[in-house]
């Protein structure tokens, strides 16, 4: 399994940002995907998810209504659209397959004016 995070970079407040995520060595149609962020000195947060189809989402808190999650089967992507940035959102942000416990390698996220 492997799990590559590209996107990421140095943005102000209220920017957006769309992170990638490119899977393979897997059946990628047949799997959830998650979204997970940490911060430093904070836990692993979970952002986003999304089912092996794509028709069910579900948003941490902290990012409902801002942050969209999506994928791409055909293409074996995973994406997540992030809007009206704050600088609480400044962190290392993770693709993962939960059931097969594996994770990328992160991709920074800087919101700073």
């Known amino acids: 399994v492997q799990l590559v995070e590209s996107g990421g970079g140095l943005v102000q407040p209220g920017g957006s940002l769309r992170l990638s995520c490119a899977a393979s060595g897997f059946t990628f149609s047949r799997y959830s995907m998650r979204w997970y962020r940490q911060a430093p000195g904070k836990e692993r947060e979970l952002v986003a998810a999304?089912?092996?189809?794509?028709?069910?989402?579900n948003y941490g808190d902290s990012v409902k209504g801002r942050f969209t999650i999506s994928r791409d089967n055909a293409k074996n992507m995973v994406y997540l659209q992030m809007n009206s940035l704050k600088p609480e959102d400044t962190a290392v942000y993770y693709c993962?397959?939960?059931?097969?416990?594996?994770w990328g390698q992160g991709t920074q996220v800087t919101v700073s004016s």
């Open positions: 993962t397959v939960p059931t097969l416990n594996s």
């Open positions: 999304i089912a092996s189809a794509g028709g069910s989402t």
